[in-house]
C-alpha cells in the first residue's frame, strides 16, 4: 500500500538549512496495523504529514495504492487525502458547534456526496463506533473518549484504505486510552490499515509493527 524510497525533508529558517528526514525508505502492506515511534524532532510528525498528503518530501518517492504521487498538483493531493486517508489526531479537532452528526458528515462535502447519502454514511459510522445514542450531540456535551470515537467515525465515513492517527490517546485517561485502542485494534481486524504516531511505547506495543525514529532516520522496523 505504501512505498517511500529516499525521502528526506529539508525546511529552510531564514538562511539555514534544516534536515528533519534524511532518507526514510518504507514498505506497509494493506492491513497492516503499525506504530511510527519517535522522540520529540524524531521526525515522526513529519513523516505523518507527508505520508497523509499533507506535506511534500524535498527529495524521494513516495507512492500510495501503486500511484506515484510525487508530482501531483495540490489539488490532486486534496483529492487522495479526502478520499483514501481518514485522520485522527490527539486533540480531536471538532467543530464545537457542530453536533457529532454533522462533524462525521464534514468530510463528505468535500467529496460531493448528497445530503441524504451523507446522513446515511454518518450515522452507520457513528453507530459503527458506538455513538448510534449520541448523533446529535455536539462535543461540550460528549467526554473525551466519545469525543476521540467521533473523530473515528469523520475519518472512516470516507472508507478510506488508510487511517493515520497521531497520538490518538494522548489527551486520554488511562482507561479511555484502552477503549480508543481496543476499537482502532478492532478496525485493523476488519482490514483496514492503520498507521499510529505515538511516542508511548505501550501504545506502541498493541500495533503488531513497531518503526522507530531517531534524527529523521529509521533505527528499527520489528516487523
Given amino acids: 500500500m505504501i512505498l517511500m524510497q529516499g525521502i528526506t525533508k529539508v525546511y529552510r529558517l531564514s538562511e539555514v538549512k534544516v534536515t528533519v528526514l534524511k532518507g526514510i525508505d518504507i514498505e506497509i502492506e494493506q492491513g497492516e496495523y503499525v506504530a511510527i515511534m519517535g522522540a520529540s524532532g524524531s521526525g515522526k510528525s513529519t513523516l505523518m504529514n507527508i505520508i497523509g498528503c499533507l506535506d511534500r518530501s524535498t527529495a524521494g518517492d513516495y507512492s500510495l495504492e501503486g500511484r ?124 483496514i490499515t492503520i498507521i499510529i504516531v505515538t511516542h508511548d511505547r505501550e501504545v506502541a506495543a498493541q500495533t503488531n509493527r513497531m518503526i522507530r525514529l531517531q534524527d529523521g532516520l529509521v533505527i528499527s522496523d520489528d516487523k
Fill in 68 to 191: 506515484n504521487l510525487m508530482n501531483l498538483d495540490d489539488e490532486q493531493l486534496a483529492y487522495v487525502r479526502n478520499q483514501r486517508i481518514g485522520f485522527v489526531f490527539q486533540q480531536f479537532n471538532l467543530l464545537p458547534r457542530s453536533t457529532a452528526l454533522e462533524n462525521v458528515m464534514l468530510p463528505m462535502v468535500y467529496a460531493n456526496i448528497t445530503k441524504q447519502k451523507r446522513r446515511q454514511r454518518a450515522i452507520q459510522a457513528l453507530t459503527q463506533v458506538g455513538l448510534g445514542n449520541y448523533l446529535h450531540n455536539r462535543p461540550t456535551q460528549l467526554s473525551g473518549g466519545q469525543q476521540q470515537r467521533v473523530a473515528v467515525a469523520r475519518a472512516l465515513v470516507n472508507n478510506p484504505a488508510l487511517v493515520l492517527a497521531d497520538e490518538p490517546t494522548g489527551a486520554l485517561d488511562s482507561e479511555t486510552s484502552r477503549e480508543i485502542m481496543d476499537l482502532l485494534t478492532e478496525l485493523n481486524r476488519n482490514g
